[in-house]
């Protein structure tokens, strides 16, 4: 098996073997860093704990009421008032705690979800400014998990387990002092069984902890797998390993389910104790209490009151017990999440300048750059070169040489190990970089379209141009002829990553994004290597045009394209070895004029 690109070594706050182990004080600090996303749902949330309050209070009622009517129904000659009057009285109970089982229900909706909303747009926008150094550490899919899955968990303790809580613990401490004031020696006994409780959950919610951060991190694996291979799903048909792919998910997803199974069996063993111990303290309860009743100690009403008294008070352990596994693994999932939130932008500066009117001039003074992660030199090495207002740089070389890499620093994609790069002869380390980047138009290869309209995808750089503006854009880029032909025009959907265009649509769509965002400087890497000669000719005439008045960077597989740049620089081992016109060039003769008679001799018999 190979193993894939997005393998690379993970971040050191991401490793999962140098996560803290868990423990209390780590746990409850966690969940504190959640209460500033349930701040804002307060409210509802203070009301919500009244009505479960209310309505875990008034559940007590029905033991009692129930031990009433059976002394009633025992007594000679009582009649039937008592047993009317209690079977009223328990269904005023009932209709008044389910108004309050209602409102709790909905406020803490209200609280849950919105908070889980505000997590997930936070750590959204928070992932969306992450430089790309992050991403090349992270799959894609171990990423949206910690926005599905993790958030999830923690929904459902904001949703449901924080109200579950608040009720098991007032159905607890009422239930016990009920007991207490009904029969204390009685309820001593059947407290007898809680340190068995309390010592068997806390035993159980540590290994349920790490089990269930195991079975997320496995979750996450196979989820990533099935994201590259679902994005790359023409490359997996067309290398016909759909087998491999299907194989690669089921060993991911079989050690998921194995995880979540080890999970199961120990929740399978705590719930059998916990049931032992429950039912173990209904028997004794049982026992002392059937002898009491025989000795005229305790009447047979108070003796059923207070095993139902009991069976409430036991769930309420039981719950609790289950619960403080829960907020264990929502604890986990949240260190998770705020890992993510911990990653930083160091692209960010903490007081930026800001970007007046750019003219264009960039200046490169001895740049050095390396990836630091890959083990190699560096990719980059004393690179010093200025691009004028309005001048044409072309990039060439051989693969490998840095030339992807060079473009890459000029928006601050990365930032050079030494040297600065000046923009209108201001270090772009200094400048806003939003700013910045609004000043740099990028044409690749590789077109990203996203799903939505033609028209999104134009409008993409620029939100609030006019549909003259797009339209007059998409003229510009040699594209409205073939998006007219379309039978819904600018609004046809292009599908996701725009597979439902050709190579060449969606180059000329991505020159009208470019266009419409009008930039001082133009970036093209390899904009039409991939493209037949026919696209390839409209791409370029709409490239020219783009490039009118612009700053412009261009890499170029194919050198014919590039016989008009202003100057040339030739890369090789990341350093430039050569630069002039074409001209100048091809008349000094080296690795230039190399590559391209190579070139014109690997072309020559195609024109033939």
Do not use: C
């Amino acid at each position: 098996m190979f193993s894939r690109p997005g393998n690379a070594t993970p971040s050191k706050t991401d490793s999962k073997a140098e996560r803290k182990r868990p423990d209390f004080k780590a746990d409850l600090e966690q969940l504190k860093k959640l209460l500033s996303f349930v701040k804002p749902y307060w409210t509802p949330l203070v009301v919500s704990i009244i009505a479960t309050a209310i309505s875990s209070g008034l559940s007590l009622v029905f033991p009692q009421v129930v031990g009433n009517l059976v002394n009633g129904a025992l007594t000679v000659g009582a009649g039937t008032s008592s047993l009317d009057q209690s079977a009223l009285l328990l269904f005023g109970v009932f209709l008044v705690q389910a108004v309050f089982n209602f409102v709790r229900t909905l406020t803490s909706a209200r609280a849950g979800e919105g908070t889980v909303a505000d997590l997930r747009s936070s750590l959204f926008e928070h992932i969306m400014r992450l430089p790309l150094r992050f991403f090349e550490s992270r799959r894609t899919g171990e990423i949206t998990s910690r926005l599905t899955s993790d958030v999830t968990v923690v929904q459902g303790l904001v949703s449901q387990d924080l109200n579950q809580f608040i009720t098991q613990l007032f159905i607890l401490i009422g239930g016990v002092i009920i007991l207490f004031v009904k029969n204390s020696l009685l309820t001593l006994v059947m407290l007898s069984v809680v340190p068995v409780v309390v010592l068997g959950g806390a035993f159980f919610g540590r290994g349920l902890r790490k089990l269930s951060t195991e079975f997320q991190d496995k979750l996450a694996d196979a989820n990533a797998n099935a994201e590259e291979s679902i994005v790359g799903i023409r490359v997996v048909q067309s290398f016909t390993a759909e087998k491999v792919e299907a194989g690669r998910y089921r060993k991911a997803m079989r050690a998921a389910f194995e995880s979540a199974m080890r999970r199961a069996r120990t929740r399978a063993w705590f719930v059998t104790i916990l049931i032992l111990a429950t039912f173990s303290s209904l028997s004794l309860v049982l026992w002392f209490g059937g002898r009491q009743v025989v000795d005229n100690k305790l009447l047979v009403g108070d003796l059923i009151a207070f095993l139902i008294y009991t069976l409430v008070v036991a769930g309420a352990i039981g719950a609790l017990t289950g619960l403080a596994t829960r907020f264990s693994e929502a604890a986990g999932a949240t260190q998770r999440i705020f890992e993510l939130f911990q990653e930083e932008n160091n692209l960010v500066q903490s007081s930026p300048r800001a970007l007046p009117e750019v003219q264009g001039q960039v200046t490169l003074e001895h740049i050095s750059f390396s990836y630091g992660d890959r083990g190699e030199t560096n990719v980059l090495e004393d690179i010093s070169f200025t691009a004028r207002p309005g001048e044409v740089i072309a990039l060439v070389g051989p693969s490998g040489g840095g030339k992807s890499t060079l473009v890459s620093l000029i928006p601050r994609f990365y930032d050079p190990l030494m040297g600065r790069i000046l923009l209108d002869g201001q270090d772009i380390k200094t400048l806003d970089l939003e700013k910045l980047r609004e000043n740099i138009g990028l044409v690749p290869q590789e077109t990203q379209l996203f799903s939505g309209t033609v028209r999104d995808n134009i409008r993409y750089g620029r939100p609030e141009a006019s549909d003259f503006e797009v339209e007059d854009a998409a003229k510009a880029a040699n594209a409205l002829e073939f998006i007219s032909g379309f039978p819904a025009g600018l609004d046809t959907v292009v599908g996701e990553r725009g597979l439902k265009l050709s190579g060449g649509q969606r180059q000329r769509i991505a020159i009208a994004r470019a266009l419409l965002k009008n930039p001082r400087i133009l970036i093209l890497d390899e904009a039409t290597s991939a493209l037949d000669n026919e696209s390839e000719a409209l791409v370029q005439e709409a490239l020219e045009l783009l490039m009118v008045g612009r700053t412009t960077f261009v890499i170029a597989h194919r050198l014919s394209t590039v016989r008009g740049a202003d100057r040339i620089l030739v890369l090789e081992a990341g350093k430039i070895v050569e630069q002039g016109t074409h001209e100048a060039l091809i008349a000094q003769g080296g690795l230039y004029k190399d590559l391209y008679e190579l070139q014109f001799r690997r072309d020559r018999p195609q024109r033939a």
